[in-house]
């Protein structure tokens, strides 16, 4: 995290300089949507092929953009390559619309595609995140762009992308059986948090990228398209809707989804991912981590969330301790 905040705050440095320029000198010089048309029909081409053959990775000449490679340029690629002026976008990084990134990524968008942005998930037709899934239902009219650090699942078991080149090729993920199943024999249960390896269409083994397992089910027979793109690995990959994505799990050892004790301190859910946070009294509290959802549902306490939490044969795992506290150092 410390990492990572560092990294943060260089990159919005330089994208912010990037963007004054832009914005003092208006759009002049500087293509619609920043990216050069070639550029966004090769991405569009790429995605089309992704939505082709679900969970395939699908490479692509990654461009220079102006943050660093890993702070979400395949996302942004993916983003302005379909963003047009009717468009309404929205940008969430851990479930907050309002961190840095996050904001000055949907400000190059404004910027440069000149398009309308929001934080409400409802009212966007494209979604571009870090880490998370909005927690309220997304219709076929919406598209969701997740940012991906590593793009193979099998990288866990295997360095050698050659070889797990190979292996996708044959569907062979015998490798991956059996890591989970060590892991079940050192742990007692599979100890994957975040990048839950997941079977696409029965065909290709994906990573969600570093969503958490609450995530996972809503990428199964969604309505809504995901495309997942990786600016550092140059790939972009997708789950069409209404395809089967299934987490890898053992039939004693079924897939778990977090669960929660308690509720959240701003508007009181029991049916969301929670985080803790911590006041400025030093107190630790549980707050939704999706903050534009917890803003409607302080206003509207039975505003509907994504499906799963009523699904059936959903395993939850072990409740996590209740971070209503305070009383802890
Ligand atoms: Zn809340």
Redesign the pocket.
């Known amino acids: 995290m410390t990492d990572a905040d560092a990294g943060s705050a260089v990159n919005a440095e330089s994208l912010d300089d990037a963007l004054s320029a832009v914005e003092s000198a208006g759009l002049e010089g500087y293509n619609y949507a920043y990216l050069d048309e070639h550029t966004k029909r090769e991405v569009r081409r790429g995605i089309l092929e992704a939505v082709a053959i679900p969970g395939h990775q699908v490479p692509f000449a990654s461009r220079a953009m102006p943050l660093a490679r890993g702070w979400g340029t395949g996302g942004i690629q993916v983003s302005l390559s379909l963003l047009g002026p009717e468009d309404t976008f929205k940008v969430i990084d851990q479930g907050s619309d309002e961190s840095v990134n996050a904001a000055n990524i949907r400000r190059l968008a404004e910027t440069t595609a000149d398009v309308g942005t929001t934080t409400d998930t409802t009212d966007a037709s494209v979604i571009q995140t870090r880490h998370r899934i909005p927690e309220e239902v997304m219709t076929d009219e919406q598209l969701l762009v997740l940012q991906v650090p590593q793009t193979d699942p099998l990288r866990r078991v295997d360095g050698s992308d050659d070889r797990n080149r190979t292996r996708h090729a044959h569907k062979n993920y015998g490798k991956m059986w059996v890591a989970l199943y060590e892991n079940v024999v050192e742990w007692d249960e599979i100890q994957i948090s975040a990048r839950y390896p997941v079977m696409v269409n029965d065909r290709y083994l994906m990573d969600p990228s570093p969503i958490p397992r609450w995530d996972v089910p809503k990428l199964d027979n969604a309505d809504t398209l995901y495309l997942l793109a990786a600016g550092r690995e140059a790939r972009i990959y997708a789950v069409p809707p209404h395809t089967d994505v299934e987490p890898l799990a053992f039939e004693d050892r079924p897939f778990q989804v977090e669960r929660f004790e308690g509720a959240?301190n701003?508007?009181?859910?029991e049916d969301?991912f929670l985080t803790e946070l911590e006041t400025d009294d030093g107190e630790h509290v549980a707050?939704?981590n999706d903050t534009s959802f917890?803003a409607k549902?302080v206003t509207d306490p039975d505003l509907p969330k994504d499906h799963h939490l009523e699904a059936e044969g959903v395993a939850w795992g072990p409740g996590t301790e209740a971070l209503d506290g305070g009383d802890d150092e």
């Open positions: 959240c701003v508007c009181g859910s969301t707050v939704c917890c549902r």
